[in-house]
């Protein structure tokens, strides 16, 4: 589907992290690959398997987590509607999994100061996708399959494939932040 | 059975199955994931006009594309299809036959739900936090009307905005001036939180519950509606609350723009003398709604 954002560079997910830490807040990016899908339980699940020296079902080192639900995928449909939640739900638990190679994230709305210092110290970066426009975005998704966690129904996590996803960088990896 | 009274009653009274209930409520839960009113949809498209912001044309832009594509392609516009709210207004000529209302509302948001392919986003308990899977129950508002007919209002509500929403306890003497502070600061707090463009809902007055209620019916009106049983002022404070929110610079999906907000909407109710209670209700442009009367 033809994205709108104009002045977009194009890269591919997982990041080259070199790439990543060029890109400074207010860029326009589409994005292909593969990124991971966790949202509020996931997290609370991931942070609690850290808790008692667990393992995570995931690794995360290195990926994208994409702070998002879907609604459930018609038949014979890829996904649903898919678009970004609130990521400041998920700050609590974020300084953590950025400490253990998280890269990047992917959602709407204002972080923590303690995941924006998190952010700088580990070289990650944070955009946001439109929120509301989870039709749209479903047309960029090419594969979803739940790889973790299927019992938590739309907080499952996720793999999805994706093909120019359209994003914008709200905090970079040098601390700048469009909000 | 068979006495004076009961044929009385019959007479008086008008009969409604809550079957019917239940399978409107099906129905409305999924056109309203699917299509926004006549009138939200022309506020998005004049604003997508209008807007002086690069930026947040190009969000705008997206946002008609993905009213296009969730009408045409049957895709939920947003993946938090929400706690389902319904306001049922009932006549006391009614009678509800064939079962248990809040069950029969209920039963409607479960069939919507699963057979509209929608979201199931709550929990049975707020702390244990387990999904109830079939996303109810509904948050239910009942009121008895005079006449004999069953008006029902389904507006699913997303969390995004909903948790950005706010009740202001303000003092008699903070005036119009302190309800005009008392926005604005909750459209900044929520701002790229709530999926801005919003449509804000304002209750004043009642007590703590209903200027809540007050605020969620606001989002009910037409954007841009007045309505003409209000007091004077509140039109004007409608105008002055749009301008001074679309002035914040917050802009569609909080990336810079002049359309922060489509419409200002509110609703006024007597209060006590000691009190000015003010409630937020902030929606996101996902403002979805339908009323059907029986
Ligand atoms: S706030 Fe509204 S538009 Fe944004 S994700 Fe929630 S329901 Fe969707």
Redesign the pocket.
């Known amino acids: 589907m033809q994205t709108v954002f104009i002045m977009k560079k194009r890269l591919e997910v997982p990041f080259d992290r070199e790439e990543l830490i060029k890109l400074k807040a207010g860029d326009t990016v589409v994005l292909s690959g593969t990124l991971l899908v966790a949202r509020d339980a996931a997290h609370k699940r991931f942070f609690e398997a850290l808790q008692k020296g667990e393992e995570l079902p995931v690794s995360l080192d290195g990926d994208t987590i994409y702070y998002m639900g879907p609604t459930p995928a018609r038949p014979g449909k890829v996904t649903g509607s898919a678009?970004?939640?609130t990521a400041g739900r998920m700050d609590k638990y974020t300084p953590r999994l950025l400490d253990m190679g998280l890269c990047a994230m992917i959602g709407?709305g204002r972080r923590s100061e303690e995941v924006c210092e998190a952010m700088v110290r580990n070289k990650a970066v944070y955009f946001a996708a439109v929120?509301?426009a989870?039709a749209y975005l479903s047309k960029c998704i090419t594969a979803s399959e739940v790889v973790a966690y299927e019992d938590l129904g739309p907080e499952a996590v996720r793999r999805l494939t994706v093909e120019d996803f359209p994003v914008i960088v709200v905090a970079d990896a040098a601390g700048g932040r469009l909000y | 059975m068979g006495t004076g009274v009961s044929v009385d009653w019959k007479i008086l009274m008008r009969e409604i199955d809550v079957k019917i209930i239940t399978e409107n409520i099906k129905e409305m839960c999924i056109s309203v994931n699917h299509r926004l009113s006549d009138d939200m949809e022309e506020a998005m498209r004049g604003a997508a006009k209008k807007e002086s912001c690069g930026r947040g044309r190009e969000v705008l832009d997206i946002l008609c594309k993905n009213l296009e594509v969730a009408g045409q392609e049957q895709i939920p516009i947003?993946?938090?299809t929400?706690m389902a709210v319904v306001f049922l207004e009932t006549g006391q000529d009614v009678h509800l036959t064939g079962g248990d209302l809040t069950e029969a509302v209920n039963e409607g948001v479960r069939q919507g739900y699963e057979e509209g392919y929608l979201r199931k986003s709550v929990v049975s308990d707020p702390v244990i936090r387990d999904n109830t899977g079939d996303n109810t129950p509904a948050v239910i508002h009942t009121e008895i009307v005079p006449g004999d007919r069953v008006k029902i209002t389904l507006a699913p509500k997303?969390?995004?905005?909903e948790n950005m929403s706010r009740i202001h306890m303000l003092k008699p003497a903070d005036g119009i001036e302190g309800i005009k502070e008392a926005v604005l600061r909750t459209v900044k707090e929520a701002g790229p939180n709530?999926?801005p463009p919003f449509v804000v809902g304002v209750g004043i007055g009642g007590d703590f519950e209903k200027c809540a209620i007050l605020a969620k019916k606001a989002l009910l009106r037409k954007v841009g509606e007045k309505n003409a049983d209000r007091p004077e002022y509140v039109g004007a404070l409608e105008r002055e609350l749009l301008e001074e929110i679309n002035k914040t610079g917050i802009g569609p999906a909080g990336l810079g723009g002049d359309t922060t907000a489509l419409g200002v909407n509110i609703e006024v109710f007597p209060t006590h003398i000691a009190g000015l209670p003010v409630a937020v209700s902030i929606c996101?442009?996902?403002n979805r709604h339908e009323t059907r009367v029986l």
């Open positions: 678009g970004p939640t709407k929120g509301g989870g | 947003c993946q938090d929400g997303g969390f995004g905005s709530a999926c996101c442009h996902v």
